[in-house]
Structures are given as C-alpha cells and as structure tokens.
C-alpha cells in the first residue's frame, strides 16, 4: 500500500509540468548626446525580454546620481528597444554620470554607469566703437570661447532692435579671451546706432551688452544778415559747428546765386564743437548793386553749403527829403551825402515828373562839409528824385504834390477861388465847404472857368459868421495829384 502511495505521487509528479520563470529586462547604455552647458539627451536600449518593462534614467555628478527622469514604457517584446530622454537645468563644465533603469515582473536591471560632461557657452564682453567717421565705424568686443568652437559676429543699427549684422566669423575653441573687431559702413552722417557682440558654440548663443555711437557730421552752417555795408564794402557774416572736426569755412559771393563766382580765402576754425561766429569784409564793390552771397564749410566728412543770402549796399551818393507831400510852387529841401566826405564834388539832381518817361537834370550843387549837400526843388506836380555823382546815382524817392488853391475877399461881397500847378483845372470841380460840428461840410460845388477860376457870392453862406474852404478832390485833381485844399477864411455874414 505504502509503495502503491509512491508511485502515484510519482507519476503525478511527471504528468503536471511546473510554471518557468519570467526573465527580468535587458539593458544597455550609449553616449549622451546634444550635450550643452545646461541639457543633454541620455540615451540607452531595453529588450523587455517578453514582459511589460518600464524604465528611467539615474543621472548625478556621482554615482549615486540624486535624479532620475520620468518613468516611461518600452512594451513586452523580445526584441531591442532604443530609448532616450533629455535633461536639463545641469551646471556648466560639470561631469554627470547617468545609467538606464529598467523593470518588469522578471526584476530590475540596471545598465553600466556612462559620463559626460557639459560645456560652457561663449563668454562676450562688447567694447566701444572705434574709428568713427561719417559714414562707416569699427565694432569691437573680446569673446572666450571656453574650449568649444566658437563664431561670433556683431548686431547692429538704429535702435536696441538692431536689424542688421555683420558676417559671422570663427573665435577658435581656446579657453582666453580673444579681441575681435569688424567694420562697418553705409551708415548715415550724424546718426547715432547701436550694437552688441553674439557669440555661439555647442554650449549656447550669448549675446553682450549694448554699446552706442554716433556717426561724425559734417560741419552745420548758417548764413548771418550782412553788416557793416558802405557803397563799396560789406562785412559777410555768419556761424559754423566743426562738429568735432577740423573745418575750413569761406563764403560765396556774387551777383547770381548759385553761380556767385567769387569766393573769401578760406579759413580754418579748428575742431570744437557748437556754433561759431565767422565774417568777412570784401571790398571794390559796386554801388548801390544787390549782391549774393553764402557760407560754406568743408571738413572729413563733408561740405556743407548754407542758405543763400542778398544784401543792397548803399548808392555813392544818398537822398533824403524835408517832405514827401507838398504844395504845387512851395519847395522842398533834397539833402544826401556824397561817400569820401569830400567838399566840393558836384552832384547832379534829377527829377522826373509824372507822365514823364524818364528823368532829367534838375540843378546841380556842390559838397560841402563831410561831403553833405543840399538842393531846393520846387515841384508842380508828383515828382521822382535822384542824385547823381560819377555814375553812382542814389535811391529815388517821390514827392506827392498838391495843387495850390487860394481863397480870397473880392467887392461885393464875392469870393474868387483860382487852382493852379502844372496843368489847367479848367472846367474842374470845386468845393467850397464850411466848418460845422467840427467837420468840413460841402455848401456848394462850383466849376472852374477857362483860366481856373471861380467866384461866388457870399449870399451861399448862411447869416453870421462861417469858417470856410475850397476843396479839390483827388479824382478833380487828375493823375499825378493829391487832393488840394486852400487856406481857411473867416467871414461874418
């Protein structure tokens, strides 16, 4: 019975096969890759080896790492499955040891221990600009490399959004600090710019600090009124900025702008900057002549032309008046000077009537003291004046007349009015007019006869006394005139 027990227990133990074993994960390590100053990508492979795996990479500055990436699933097949993930916040030019983690009901398998170690990106420092011009600068910086290769070039322009670089260059992979510089050009005059040194290696992109500049400009201009005029010279006047740079400056000068034709020695006013006054005096001039003129500066950078300006010197000979409206037959005193001061030099007077087409000589006289003369004229209607010395005659100048009216008592009890100047106002308008209210009234219109005359009884007055006057009109008058008006008169009625 006891050995019947055996034996089935036996055969049992030969019919019913036990259960294998899962097997735990294969893992393998590789190479870090897209490794910078502060990421990299950990890389490895799993064969599940037919169970559900996951897995994770350990990483750390030592073996016992201190971090690990996510837990992630590389399936239950029994092939090999490359897997990979990517760290970040590391510290610069520091070595890591990572290793690949992987587990299923077969167990954890853990791969060798690899390294790598992180770079450090380029260190830049922008330096000032040098070899500033008008036109054109020179960039400089230094860049360290920090043992990786490194290229650098530079952003530039207006304002901090830059808009424009210079071509990219090569800093080597040392571990100093290299100087490195580019010029640039086809800049504006008088602009200011920004810029900044950009270096890249597999590390990063590091870009430096702004810088700025300003273009040099050419010298700013300005063209002052003229002083000091005399019938033959002129002081030219004006105001230049070297803008920092060593400027000559001279005016253009002549009859026509733009041509001028002539031109002051040129001069230099230095390097400084803000305006300064500048004049010239140029003589043998013509006088009485309108002459043009301009300042123009020249430095490095350019030559600047300012605006033009026109100046009238003063005729050899000047003309004034006493009066510039007068009584037909009264006089009025010309006066002028005569350049020099000189006594004794003739001057010839000229007038030209109205309706006249040109002038004619009226009178001649003779300087006295400091070259001063004087002439009576005696003009009978509008009359334009000029003197004349050598040539060189003066500005005229217009005496308006008026004609010469009377008013006086005749017997019985009449008034006679006569207009004279230097034409008949036969058949001509006049009135006679009375003060009222203080205002001249018109009594009564009466027309001129054959020998400009009019006469009227005094009955066109009222009773008791009266202050009164004729009156001639401008439109009576005529061409050449102003409105003529007689003495006042009392008379008791």
Known sequence: MKKTLVLAMLL?????????????????????????????????????????????????????????????NAGSGTGTVNVSASVSGLAGSRTYHYRLVATSEGGTSYSSDLTFSTGNAPAVATANASSVEGTSARLNGTVNPNGQATTWYFEYGPTTAYGSK????????????????????????????HFRLVATNGSGTVFGADQSFTTSAPPAVQTNPAANLTPTTVTLTGTVDPKGRTTTWWFDYGANAPAYGSRTAGQNIGAGNGPQAVSATISNLSPGATYHYR???????????????????????????????????????????????????????????????????????????????????????????????????????????????????????????????ASSFAGKLVQLQRLANGHWVTVKRLRLGSKSTTIFQASLLPRGKSSIRMALSVNQAGPGYLAGFSRTVTYRR
């Open 12 to 72: 049992l133990a030969v019919a019913v096969p036990t259960a294998s074993a899962a097997t735990a994960p294969t893992t393998s390590i590789s190479a870090a890759s897209s490794v910078t100053s502060s990421s990299a990508t950990l890389n490895g492979s799993i064969n599940p080896n037919g169970s559900a795996t996951s897995w994770y990479f350990e990483y750390g500055t030592s073996t016992k790492y201190n971090s690990r990436t996510a837990t992630q």
């Open 295 to 421: 300042l123009v500066a020249s430095n490095s950078i350019g030559t600047v032309a300012a605006a033009d300006v026109a100046f009238t010197l003063p005729p050899a000979v000047t003309l004034n008046t006493s009066a510039f409206k007068v009584t037909a037959g009264s006089f009025v005193t010309l006066t002028g000077t005569v350049s020099g001061g000189q006594t004794g030099i003739k001057v010839t007077v000229l007038g030209q009537p109205f309706g006249e087409s040109s002038p004619s000589t009226v009178g001649e006289v003779f300087t006295g003291a400091g070259g001063a003369w004087t002439y009576l004229a005696r003009p009978l209607i509008q009359t334009a004046y000029q003197a004349s010395v050598n040539g060189s005659t003066s500005t005229g100048i217009t005496v308006g007349v008026r004609p010469s009216l009377s008013l006086r008592l005749i017997t019985g009890h009449r008034f006679s009015s006569h207009v004279s100047a």
């Open 166 to 193: 210079t071509g990219v260059r090569n800093a080597g992979s040392g571990t100093r600090s290299v100087n490195v510089s580019t010029e640039i050009s086809s800049l504006g005059a008088g602009t200011a710019y």
